[in-house]
């Protein structure tokens, strides 16, 4: 059980709140800490991830603690803490600062790769998660069960995405700086330190 201690508000530091404050993410420190947006979340339903704890290390100023742990990349962005938020945080808005910052000072590691792999298979074949995937991740006969379901259901072995959509696709990939972001990741250059758990 964690241990209680009292927040004296003139330990707090703000440098995270300013950062995110500078991108336009809104009412971080009007968080009451109810609890409401762990109850609601589904990533917090299957791991470690807590937004209520992460918010009270941002208030206390443990940047290094909330930037290495591996608990920021396990949101999804599906919103719906936000419509659950007594204060209206923008909590997913956050989230992706805080990856941001990470990133900026070295962390991701592992799990930036394993993305970095799965936008590489969107700048190819515009879907994510191939079939021959689900065997690297999980080697049980997933690709050939998958296969077989696909077919059965009429359709093509792998998802076809028409060329004029990858044409699209390659033109924001390029304009956003996208794919340089990628070719980083995968070559391994610039960032990142391993992420630890945390929370
Ligand atoms: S639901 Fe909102 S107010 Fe409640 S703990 Fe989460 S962020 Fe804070
Ligand atoms: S947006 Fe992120 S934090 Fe909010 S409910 Fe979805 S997974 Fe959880």
Known sequence: MDRVSVLLANKWKWSLLDEAKRWGVQRIEECLSCGACVGSCPAARTSSYNFRKIIRDVMLGNEEKVLSSREIWYCFYCFYCTSKCPSMVEIPYFIMRLRRMAMERGYGGGI???????????????????????????????????????????????????????????????????????????????YFKEVSEKY
């Open 112 to 190: 930036l790769r394993v993305l970095a792999l799965t936008s590489s298979n969107l700048l190819k074949h515009g879907v994510s998660v191939l079939p021959s995937d689900y065997d690297k991740m999980n080697p049980t006969g997933a690709e050939e069960a998958m296969v077989k379901l696909r077919k059965k259901l009429g359709l093509p072995p792998v998802m076809k995405v028409s060329e004029k959509a990858l044409g699209e696709l390659k033109t924001i990939f390029e304009e956003t700086g996208f794919e340089g972001e990628v070719g980083k990741l995968l070559s391994g250059k610039g």
